[in-house]
């Protein structure tokens, strides 16, 4: 059996950091550590009662008369509806600062405090009074408020530009400034806490028969109080919460959910960490925290060496993620990512995952010297961010480039695995002798019957026309694309590459120096290709008023509309796609903005482009409506 006590000790410490604001990883990857050692050593572990962290006693230390609990973590929406098991709920928006309790003397504030270990806090009573929190209440009576001390967004602003200005360390995030300002030790710079809220959410002293009655009792004595939602359902309250969150002033990590009769409430009772009649709602992570197993490394069609991570199996937005993206050389040794380092990933949309941070690193990676294909000696690119292969021969490179001309040039049938089997059996050598193919050649492939080579045939003599933009698109050059080539149309004519000068393109409105020299040193190299294409009756058509034939559509809702797709599916996105296109002449966006139509997502989705959606009012469909 594993001894779990190096991963205790190393929660124990990541939660001390966490919670003086000077946290070692981020506050997604301590959440994920903690449920990754609740699930290996069990959540009704000893270390899992301890509230806060363990207070040093020194001068400021103070003790609780009542204990500030935690609360107990739920992350499924069901587990909330087993909590209430009939009762009327309360949502508010979970805070995400530091846990702060004032006490209320004769109407006066006479202390304020920390919630430190929830049994010993820190007296912080002179930053309490220069925060934004009621300096009096309607109340003779000795009283107690908690709630958490804040950063509002606009004031996290105004603090960075204040420090800035007095010359002092900037805050490392938004939550971490908070910890910072109320650190009773830190004496210089205290009117700083001027920037804070105190947002309340429980009063001890005054007897209140419901939820509802006590914030109606601190809004009336001018208390922030969290947002909230009062009678909608717990579904309800939770896709409001996902939709809205972004919007809310305050960072917010969650819902807090409490029965709304306060006897009730009580009648649950208490644990040593949390009590029973309150719960919180926190969202599924979008993130992951695996561990890199392996590094592999690949040649791009340009020569720009690419590097993979191999990961530990792990569960991530509805996908098992086993690769990551490491993007390039320059980031590797920038975020000291190795074999074996410990990794928080996030997963967005359809694309590979990505890493966002190093959690524990395991050393230095000794970057590749030789190109993985063909062996060559690599170069670092003119800004040291890439690892290059500039051999023009190098065959990872000729193969992906064969793959980006079919691909942009739409050969429907012809795979990356028909390509591989095309080129592993010598059959072609560049794009150009994809055009030499015949029927009888390919058939004779294993797995390659006699439909499936004729199909692809087929497939390739109908790009035997191609306008000049699509065939110079399809060539791959690093920085020239679609639009830059339409841009140079517009102002050279369709024989541009007989008359482009230098001078004239940097004068054009979206081409600087590097891109018009860019342009000017690819013009023989287009013109190699050219008559490459013509070898074998390719024919390039120069005139820019060639426009794609459109498949006529019947009219429909989705016809001309602009429309943009999230979350998981049902079928491949690509045919989705092409169904909008082709059968529907709709569009396909290429973000969530004002002029977006649709919004295809399946469920409630906690993607950017929903939560846009919901706040520009976009119509959200689910995909069965594309097919009605």
Same mark, same amino acid.
């Given at each position: 059996?594993?001894?779990?006590?190096?991963?205790?000790?190393?929660?124990?410490?990541?939660?001390?950091?966490?919670?003086?604001? +000077?946290? /070692?990883?981020?506050?997604?990857?301590?959440?994920?550590?903690?449920?990754?050692?609740?699930?290996?050593?069990?959540?009704?572990?000893?270390?899992?009662?301890?509230?806060?962290?363990?207070?040093? +006693?020194?001068?400021?230390?103070?003790?609780?008369?009542?204990?500030?609990?935690?609360?107990?973590?739920?992350?499924?929406?069901?587990?909330?509806?087993? *909590?209430? #098991?009939?009762?009327k709920v309360v949502a508010a928006y979970k805070m995400d600062g530091t846990a702060t309790s004032i006490i209320y003397t004769n109407g006066l504030i006479s202390l304020g405090k920390t919630r430190g270990d929830g049994k010993v806090g820190k007296n912080i009573t002179n930053h309490v009074m220069n925060m934004n929190s009621p300096k009096t209440v309607n109340v003779n009576e000795t009283i107690e408020v908690r709630g958490e001390s804040v950063i509002s967004n606009g004031n996290y602003k105004l603090l960075v530009e204040e420090c800035k200005k007095r010359n002092i360390d900037v805050p490392k995030s938004q939550r971490n400034s908070v910890a910072g300002l109320v650190n009773p030790k830190k004496k210089s710079n205290l009117d700083l806490t001027k920037f804070l809220d105190f947002v309340a959410y429980e009063v001890i002293g005054i007897e209140f028969t419901t939820e509802i009655r006590k914030f109606q009792w601190l809004?009336?004595?001018?208390?922030?109080?969290p947002c909230k939602y009062f009678g909608q359902t717990i579904q309800e309250s939770i896709h409001s919460y996902i939709t809205q969150k972004d919007f809310y002033e305050y960072l917010s990590d969650g819902l807090v959910f409490s029965i709304n009769d306060i006897d009730k409430q009580k009648e649950r009772g208490f644990t040593d960490h949390h009590p029973k009649g309150k719960i919180a709602f926190k969202i599924? @992570? %979008?993130?992951? /925290?695996?561990?890199?197993?392996?590094?592999? +490394?690949?040649?791009?069609?340009?020569?720009?060496?690419?590097?993979?991570?191999?990961?530990?199996?792990?569960?991530?937005?509805?996908?098992?993620?086993?690769?990551?993206?490491?993007?390039?050389?320059?980031?590797?040794? &920038? !975020?000291?990512?190795?074999?074996?380092?410990?990794?928080?990933?996030?997963?967005?949309?359809?694309?590979?995952?990505?890493?966002?941070?190093?959690?524990?690193?395991?050393?230095?990676?000794?970057?590749p010297t030789y190109c993985p294909s063909c062996g060559s000696e690599l170069?670092?690119?003119?800004? $040291?961010?890439?690892?290059?292969?500039?051999?023009? $021969?190098? %065959?990872?490179?000729?193969?992906?480039?064969?793959?980006? *001309?079919?691909?942009?040039?739409?050969?429907?049938?012809?795979?990356?695995?028909?390509?591989?089997?095309?080129?592993?059996?010598? /059959?072609? &050598?560049?794009?150009?002798?994809?055009y030499?193919?015949?029927?009888?050649?390919?058939?004779?492939?294993?797995?390659?019957?006699?439909?499936?080579?004729?199909?692809?045939?087929?497939?390739?003599?109908?790009?035997? #026309?191609?306008?000049?933009? $699509?065939?110079?698109?399809? /060539?791959?050059?690093?920085g020239i694309g679609e639009k830059l080539i339409n841009l140079i149309i517009d102002n050279f004519g369709n024989d541009f590459l007989n008359t482009l000068e230098y001078n004239k393109l940097v004068t054009i409105n979206g081409i600087g120096e590097k891109t018009a020299e860019l342009i000017i040193n690819s013009v023989g190299l287009i013109n190699y290709h050219i008559n490459e294409a013509?070898?074998?009756?390719? @024919?390039?058509?120069?005139?820019?008023?060639?426009?794609?034939?459109?498949?006529?559509?019947?009219?429909?809702?989705?016809?001309n509309k602009t429309i943009m797709i999230t979350g998981k599916l049902s079928k491949g996105r690509k045919d989705i796609e092409k169904h909008i296109k082709e059968n529907l002449g709709g569009l396909i966006?290429? @973000?969530?903005?004002? !002029?977006?139509?649709?919004?295809?997502?399946?469920?409630?989705?906690?993607?950017?482009?929903?939560?846009?959606?919901?706040?520009?009012?976009?119509?959200?469909?689910? &995909?069965? &409506?594309?097919y009605a």
């Open positions: 059996m594993k001894d779990y006590r190096q991963d205790i000790e190393k929660y124990l410490y990541y939660k001390r950091l966490y919670y003086q604001g +000077t946290p /070692l990883i981020t506050d997604s990857a301590f959440d994920l550590f903690e449920d990754k050692l609740k699930s290996n050593i069990g959540e009704d572990h000893e270390v899992f009662k301890l509230v806060g962290y363990k207070q040093d +006693t020194d001068e400021y230390t103070i003790v609780h008369e009542t204990p500030m609990l935690s609360l107990n973590k739920k992350r499924i929406p069901s587990e909330i509806v087993d *909590f209430a #098991n009939g009762e809004k009336q004595n001018n208390f922030i109080t599924d @992570s %979008e993130t992951e /925290l695996t561990k890199i197993v392996n590094i592999k +490394t690949d040649v791009s069609r340009t020569g720009r060496i690419s590097f993979v991570g191999e990961v530990e199996p792990v569960y991530l937005s509805g996908a098992t993620i086993t690769n990551v993206t490491l993007y390039n050389a320059s980031k590797i040794i &920038e !975020n000291k990512i190795n074999i074996g380092a410990t990794v928080e990933i996030t997963r967005s949309g359809e694309v590979i995952p990505k890493i966002l941070s190093v959690v524990e690193e395991n050393g230095i990676y000794e970057l170069e670092w690119d003119d800004n $040291k961010v890439h690892l290059m292969c500039n051999t023009v $021969k190098c %065959e990872r490179k000729q193969l992906q480039q064969i793959i980006y *001309f079919v691909q942009q040039l739409d050969m429907d049938g012809i795979s990356e695995g028909t390509i591989n089997s095309l080129w592993n059996n010598y /059959l072609i &050598e560049d794009q150009y002798d994809l030499k193919l015949d029927i009888n050649c390919i058939k004779k492939l294993e797995g390659f019957q006699i439909t499936k080579a004729t199909n692809i045939i087929n497939s390739i003599n109908k790009t035997k #026309n191609i306008s000049i933009v $699509k065939f110079i698109n399809a /060539l791959g050059i690093d013509k070898k074998v009756n390719i @024919s390039v058509i120069y005139s820019n008023a060639v426009k794609e034939i459109k498949k006529d559509v019947s009219d429909n809702k989705f016809k966006g290429s @973000s969530v903005n004002k !002029n977006t139509d649709f919004l295809v997502c399946n469920e409630v989705s906690n993607s950017s482009k929903y939560k846009k959606a919901i706040k520009l009012n976009i119509p959200i469909i689910k &995909e069965d &409506e594309l």
